[in-house]
């Protein structure tokens, strides 16, 4: 059983659509992080929120951590085929523990 | 300047070899890890050690030791492979106590056991 569950698994949308992709748990979380996985590449960092009900903007990307610190949300706005990658969630828990990703393919 | 570098790249070996991959941060963090990432993508922690010294050590057969000869060096050994070894393996840093917490990943090290 995975701490942290994330879904849709697999996305696929032309450009300009728009998207959210969840990651949830039962466990409370004091931060969590959203990163990037590219091809032949290690994860890289969108994104920490700390806060319950916050809500953290990087130009077209939207991210939401639940009131209770159980779950997040990441929103893009006008997916563009640079988006396309592995997108991470990952909780701390006194150690960082990552859900399995959702894999995002935008079509041009 | 690569900030996480891992050593080899790729890796291919037979069943039963013994190998190491070895990693080096250059951004005077205090921790380091190994992730293990299989075909499905999932990244699950193995090891953790913060000021050379271990802190995590997940449900990891122990043919997989780690080593930490310093604050910038975690490599790991691996003994007597087996075809269910075949990952990518990624270290990654980050600075204990921070409120962020970000870890910074290597490029990883992908290894074929056939």
């Known amino acids: 059983t995975q701490l942290l569950e994330q879904s849709p698994q697999f996305l696929s949308i032309q450009e300009g659509e728009n998207l959210t992709v969840y990651c949830n748990s039962s466990s409370v979380f004091s931060s969590l992080q959203w990163y990037r996985q590219e091809p032949g590449e290690g994860p890289v960092l969108l994104v920490t929120v700390v806060t319950g009900g916050e809500v953290k903007k990087l130009k077209r990307l939207t991210f939401q951590f639940g009131d209770a610190r159980k779950d997040s949300s990441l929103h893009i706005t006008a997916a563009q085929p640079g988006d396309t990658g592995l997108y991470l969630c990952a909780g701390d828990n006194n150690d960082m523990r990552f859900g399995a990703g959702t894999r995002l393919t935008v079509k041009p | 300047d690569t900030a996480v570098s891992q050593t080899p790249k790729y890796l291919v070996t037979q069943m039963g070899n013994d190998k190491s991959i070895k990693c080096e941060q250059n951004?005077?963090?205090?921790?380091m890890y190994w992730y293990k990432q299989d075909s499905k993508k999932f990244l699950k922690i193995m090891f953790s050690?913060?000021?050379?010294?271990?802190?995590i050590n997940e449900t990891v057969p122990n043919r997989f030791s780690p080593k930490s000869p310093d604050k910038a060096h975690l490599n790991l050994h691996i003994n007597s492979l087996e075809l269910g070894d075949s990952a990518v393996y990624f270290c990654?840093?980050?600075?204990?106590?921070?409120?962020?917490?970000?870890?910074?990943f290597g490029e990883g090290s992908r290894l074929t056991v056939l």
């Open positions: 050690y913060n000021n050379k010294e271990l802190i």
């Open positions: 990654a840093s980050s600075q204990w106590g921070t409120n962020t917490g970000e870890l910074f």
């Open positions: 951004l005077g963090h205090d921790t």
